[in-house]
Nanobody, 125 residues
């Protein structure tokens, strides 16, 4: 099964940018629908950005135009490029994968059995 490790979190001023990475091991990222979720204190974990096995990306309305999800198969890594960050983007960000060879991504956390440990992003005004 795939193992996931996130990195790249930190503090940034509002309006700034940050790129998160999710390194996979144990299997190839292109075999999975993969996504980024986030969870702010006191809030539910929510889906942010997904990339399907065919490369099609899906973004939550709250981040469209600001965030981009991509995948580097050679590096076996998933990325989340975050631009124009806002204080409301502050959260723990998690990388997740659906069961192997599933073709469709969803925004439901229950559909993702594989998770990284998370990386904190703090955007201050």
């Amino acid at each position: 099964q795939v193992q996931l490790v996130e990195s790249g979190g930190g503090s940034v001023q509002s309006g700034g940018s940050r790129r998160l990475s999710c390194a996979a091991s144990g299997d190839t990222v292109s075999n999975y629908c993969m996504g980024w979720f986030r969870q702010a204190p006191g809030k539910e974990r929510e889906g942010v950005a997904m990339i399907q096995r065919d490369g099609i990306t899906i973004l939550a309305q709250s981040v469209k135009g600001r965030f981009t999800v991509s995948r580097n198969n050679a590096e076996n890594t998933l990325y989340l490029q975050m631009n124009s960050l806002k204080p409301e983007d502050t959260a723990m960000y998690y990388c997740a994968a659906r069961p192997r060879l599933r073709t469709t991504c969803t925004f439901s956390r229950g559909d993702y059995p594989y998770w990284g440990q998370g990386t904190q992003v703090t955007a201050s005004s």
